[in-house]
């Protein structure tokens, strides 16, 4: 029996199947962080690009490939993902998996520092319309503006772990990447360009959507 709204909701939607298991057990086997969007987030990750039916998609923190296949999954057959990771070794954990679960074709990594890529991005012209954030956390404010520059009218821009572990409200927590989630909430939730709002699925996801 569930003893909270998480349990509960996680007992309902947090099945796997084989794809997403073996992500995990290959993040185990290569030594990474187990550190994955939980299933219930990927599940509405995918639940968001069926509604939004994104063409180009940018997610900012790869890892192995658990959050690059519940979107890549969801996009239609134009549809295509870049995801941008530091680790060069872990986009390639990433890029096995998503091939072996079929979505290989769907799917761009760019590696190395995701904000000068997402610079290098914009002076080439490219433009996303839908964003996955849940890379380094002191970054969030900086790749929300950059999310901004690189967003279609209408784009959507998700972001996990904003709620650090209800730590966000906790004024005596001062950590650096606690301080930029507070500055990224404060950011979403007051910028006029975007409509925003932040659930309390797991960590805390927030959703904007950059007004046309
Ligand atoms: C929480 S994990 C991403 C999990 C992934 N989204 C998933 O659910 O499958 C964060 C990832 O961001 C990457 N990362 C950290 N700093 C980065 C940076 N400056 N630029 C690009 N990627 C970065 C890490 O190497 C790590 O793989």
Do not use: W
Not at 62 to 91: F, H, P, V
Not at 179 to 204: K, S, W
């Amino acid at each position: 029996m569930a003893r909270n709204h998480d349990e509960y909701i996680h007992h309902l939607f947090g099945n796997e199947d084989e794809a997403l298991q073996s992500v995990n057990e290959s993040i185990r086997k290569n030594g990474m962080p187990a550190i994955s969007v939980k299933p219930e987030v990927g599940r509405f990750l995918s639940l968001l690009v069926s509604i939004a039916k994104p063409r180009n998609i940018m997610e900012i923190g790869a890892l192995g490939g658990y959050s690059g296949i519940m979107l890549a999954s969801a996009l239609d057959k134009e549809g295509s993902l870049t995801s941008l990771e530091l680790e060069e070794a872990y986009a390639n954990v990433a890029k096995d998996n998503l091939n072996r679960a079929g979505l290989g074709d769907k799917v761009k990594y760019v590696i190395g520092p995701a904000l000068q890529n997402m610079d290098s991005l914009h002076s080439a012209g490219q433009q996303y319309d839908f964003f996955f954030i849940d890379a380094d956390k002191i970054n969030y404010p900086n790749y929300f503006q950059a999310a901004l520059k690189l967003a279609t009218p209408g784009a959507v821009i998700v972001a996990d772990n904003t709620l650090q572990g209800d730590n966000v409200f906790d004024e005596n927590v001062t950590t650096a990447h606690v301080t930029a989630i507070r500055e990224f909430n404060e950011q979403v939730a007051t910028d006029e360009r975007v409509e925003a709002m932040l659930l309390p699925l797991c960590d805390g996801l927030t959703i904007c959507r950059v007004k046309p």
